[in-house]
């Protein structure tokens, strides 16, 4: 019944000139709470963060559970998209995170994603939140925490990280990451946003953050100890969207594992 975890966050796009700033304070806030409740956890920062350290992190995390265990792995930091090869996507694109080096073009695909997480025995529970992508508009919520100033969005447009000559024709779209996640075989994702929207990298009382990550942990501080990941859902979308957060956040999975507890 062990638990394990993998907190990604990056701020930091060399080659890019697309940084972020609140990639990192998003790891290192998953990081403390998760431990609080028990869980081992492993970190991948900035320039630690790279494609194949991703991929090898994922796959020991992966791997190395067994029936029982519950693991969550968590990423903040840029999402993107490319033109798909294999014919398995409705849009034609292949959605993908942006590991630190994907100024070299180390995407990491959600194929790829699919592909480690197809490696887990029976009986192993997977939980994974995304704070990365999308763009949208309603109005709701309490903003006092929120620091003034417009936040920046945590997508990569292929046209900042593909070579010229291999760019496709649409390279504007935002990606749908939330369905690349959801296509990994984990049992439940907690999403940022609507696959046609950003998440929103931005500042909460002088500090740098994710919302969706921000409003995510600050509710978690006050749910009883018999909440589910539904309940707790719920009191996220209490913060957003919002007037200047404009993030629809999502929870896929199957009836059974919304009603899971939360990180039991």
């Known amino acids: 019944m062990a638990r394990r975890a993998l907190c990604i966050g990056i701020n930091n796009y060399p080659g890019t000139d697309s940084d972020l700033s609140g990639c990192v304070n ?17 970190r991948l920062l900035d320039s630690a963060a790279t494609k194949a350290a991703m991929v090898q992190a994922i796959d020991t995390l992966i791997t190395g559970a067994a029936k029982g265990d519950t693991i969550v792995l968590t990423y903040s930091g840029h999402g993107t998209w490319l033109p798909d090869t294999d014919g398995d996507e409705p849009d034609a694109r292949d959605e993908a995170l942006c590991p630190w080096d994907i100024g070299s ?5 959600d194929d790829e994603l699919h592909d480690l997480f197809s490696k887990r025995a029976g009986g192993v529970r997977i939980m994974l939140i995304s704070d990365s992508c ?26 900042v990280w593909m070579k ?14 939330s369905g690349g996640f959801t296509r990994a075989g984990g049992d439940l994702l907690l999403a940022g946003c609507l696959d046609t929207q950003f998440s929103w990298d931005t500042s ?6 994710g919302a969706f990550t921000f409003y995510a942990l600050k509710t978690l501080k006050n749910l009883p100890a018999t909440a589910t990941y539904e ?10 969207p919002s007037t ?17 507890k939360v990180f039991a």
């Open 164 to 177: 010229r000559d291999a760019l496709p024709a649409d390279t504007v779209r935002p990606a749908r990451l």
């Open 231 to 240: 309940h707790w859902f719920k009191e996220i979308r209490n913060y957003l």
């Open 134 to 159: 999308h763009s949208g508009t309603v109005t709701r919520g309490d903003e006092s925490d929120l620091d003034p100033g417009m936040p920046r969005a945590r997508f990569l447009p292929p046209a």
């Open 105 to 109: 073009g180390n995407a990491l695909l």
């Open 244 to 260: 200047r957060l404009p993030q629809d956040p999502q929870i896929f999975g199957t009836r059974t594992a919304r009603r899971f």
């Open 204 to 209: 909460f009382n002088g500090r740098p953050n």
């Open 26 to 42: 998003d790891a290192s806030d998953w990081a403390a709470a998760l431990t609080e409740r028990g869980f081992s956890v492993t």
